[in-house]
C-alpha cells in the first residue's frame, strides 16, 4: 500500500483513538460518539493531507510548515465544531471548548507517537 495512504489510515487511527477515548472519559457515548468518529472521518484525512504537501513542500521544521499545519489544526477544530453545535446532545460545556479540547488530545497523541516511533 502507499506509504503516504499508510500514514493518512494510521493518522485517522490514533486520532479516533485519542478523542473517541477522550470522549468516553468525558461522559459522551451513544450517537454522540459516532457523530464525534464522523466529523473526523471528514476532517482528519483532508488535515494530514495536505499537511504532508506542506512539508514536501518547505520541510518539516520550516515557519512556513509550522504555519500551515496550524491553520489546518484550526480549521478542523472549527469545522467540527460546526458538526457538533447542531447535532450532538452532549452539553456538558460548549461544543467549541469540546471541539478544541478534543482535536488538542489527537495533536498531542499524534506528537507523542511521532517521537516514540523515531526513538525506535
Known amino acids: 500500500m502507499n506509504s503516504v495512504v499508510t500514514s ?4 485517522l487511527g490514533i486520532t479516533l483513538i485519542a478523542e473517541l477515548s477522550l470522549s468516553l472519559l468525558l461522559g459522551i457515548s451513544g450517537k454522540d460518539l459516532a457523530i464525534i468518529a464522523a466529523a473526523n472521518l471528514l476532517t482528519n484525512p483532508a488535515v494530514n493531507y495536505c499537511a504532508y504537501w506542506a512539508i514536501f513542500l518547505f520541510t518539516y521544521r520550516n515557519p512556513y510548515t509550522i504555519l500551515i499545519i496550524l491553520i489546518l489544526e484550526l480549521l478542523a477544530v472549527f469545522i467540527e465544531f460546526l458538526i457538533y453545535k447542531p447535532l450532538l446532545r452532549f452539553e456538558r460545556f460548549g461544543k467549541l471548548k469540546l471541539s478544541f479540547l478534543l482535536n488538542g488530545a489527537s495533536f498531542l497523541a499524534g506528537i ?3 517521537i516514540i516511533i523515531r526513538i525506535v
Open 112 to 114: 507523542i507517537v511521532s
Open 8 to 11: 493518512l489510515l494510521t493518522s
